[in-house]
């Protein structure tokens, strides 16, 4: 299963676009790349899915380059109700349970 | 979008006593189930894999007979603490793929807070 490392947190003020990376060196090719948000005592909510190049939906966007190595979720213009931890998570239609990293907490702050 | 319905969402126990906490996918099939563990400020740890109609994987540490999990239907998984102990406190939260879909999408519960005193 591919191990993903992103950072373990980061700062923002409201408005402003915030990019987190996650990298995933060993992925697979059938692998997809999904991303989620997790507020406290929550469940994680899926935000996007994507298996190349670029993919946005109605909250954010997902960037891969060509080798799928890495891949950076966009979140535009954050508010604070974006405050939350968002994982990274790689994984084949296999049966097998997506493994969850440590995640990224975003602090977004007025 | 599909619901993972999960109950219930907190529950308090005297150590000892056992606790079942259900997980269903309200609009959608799901051969496979995941069930985690959370712990403050930590990641989701994967405890075990829900087959339906077929014993659950465990994974390594998991005691099986502490965890007991069935899922005797395409919509319903359920895991149960037995015997807690107040190291079982724990926010767990269950997942589930719809069986039909060809992404890796998982819907997740939204947790069930267990405290054992």
């Known amino acids: 299963l591919a191990k993903t490392t992103q950072p373990i947190s980061m700062d923002s003020y409201e408005g402003q676009e915030v990019n987190i990376t996650c990298s995933h060196n060993?992925?697979?090719?059938?692998?997809?790349i999904t991303w989620y948000q997790q507020f406290p005592s929550q469940g994680p909510r899926f935000i996007i899915q994507?298996?190349?190049t670029k993919v946005t939906n109605e909250v954010a966007s997902l960037f891969i380059p060509a080798d799928r190595k890495s891949s950076t979720l966009s979140l535009p213009r954050v508010s604070l109700s974006d405050t939350a931890v968002y994982y990274c998570?790689?994984?084949?239609?296999?049966?097998?349970?997506?493994?969850f990293g440590k995640g990224t907490s975003l602090l977004v702050t007025p | 979008g599909a619901v993972v319905s999960q109950h219930p969402s907190r529950v308090i126990c005297k150590s000892g006593t056992s606790v079942k906490i259900e997980c269903r996918s309200l609009?959608?099939?799901?051969?496979?189930m995941f069930w985690y563990r959370q712990f403050p400020k930590q990641s989701l740890m994967l405890m075990a894999t829900?087959?339906?109609?077929?014993?659950?994987?465990?994974e390594q540490g998991v005691e099986k007979d502490k965890f007991l999990i069935n899922h005797a239907s395409l919509t319903l998984s359920t895991l149960t603490v037995t015997s807690a102990h107040p190291e079982d406190s724990s926010f767990y939260i269950c997942?589930?793929?719809?069986?039909?879909?060809?992404?890796?999408?998982?819907?997740f519960g939204s947790g069930t807070q267990l405290s054992v005193l």
């Open positions: 997942s589930a793929r719809d069986s039909e879909a060809t992404n890796e999408k998982l819907f």
């Open positions: 060993n992925i697979a090719t059938n692998d997809y």
């Open positions: 994507g298996y190349k």
């Open positions: 998570l790689v994984g084949s239609n296999s049966g097998y349970a997506l493994n």
């Open positions: 609009d959608f099939q799901a051969t496979t």
């Open positions: 829900s087959n339906e109609g077929s014993k659950a994987t465990y």
